[in-house]
């Protein structure tokens, strides 16, 4: 049974850094694609970052420059490095992960991802 499992959220003012981390048990975990989501309050769940099984990167746009998503197969890891946070980035986080192994399609729509963590809080205040 394939289970992710997120930490590192919190409350930080404007400007700060928060690292989260998600990690993955239940399968061979360098094998697939691993995502992060944020869902705001009253808002629907939006892409914010992929790295794929290869390594390969892609964000959304809002958060390039400030946002590093990185994965440690060793670990079954995946990591979110958020650096200056703005109040727009106050959401519930998720790692996600699709059922299928590989593959070179960029997956950015929350219903192309089968397994979801839990979520974390992460509040930015202004």
């Known amino acids: 049974q394939v289970q992710l499992v997120e930490s590192g959220g919190g409350l930080v003012q404007a400007g700060g850094s928060l690292r989260l981390s998600c990690a993955a048990t239940?399968?061979?975990?360098?094998?697939?694609?691993m995502a992060w989501f944020r869902q705001a309050p009253e808002k629907e769940r939006e892409f914010v970052a992929t790295i794929k099984w290869q390594g390969d990167i892609y964000y959304k746009d809002s958060v390039k420059g400030r946002f590093t998503i990185s994965r440690d197969n060793a670990k079954n890891t995946v990591y979110l490095q958020m650096n200056s946070l703005i109040p727009e980035d106050t959401a519930v986080y998720y790692c996600?992960?699709?059922?299928?192994?590989?593959?070179?399609?960029?997956?950015?729509?929350?219903?192309?991802?089968?397994?979801w963590g839990q979520g974390t809080q992460v509040t930015v205040s202004s």
């Open positions: 996600a992960s699709p059922t299928r192994e590989g593959g070179s399609t960029w997956l950015q729509k929350p219903n192309e991802y089968d397994y």
């Open positions: 239940g399968r061979t975990f360098w094998k697939y694609d």
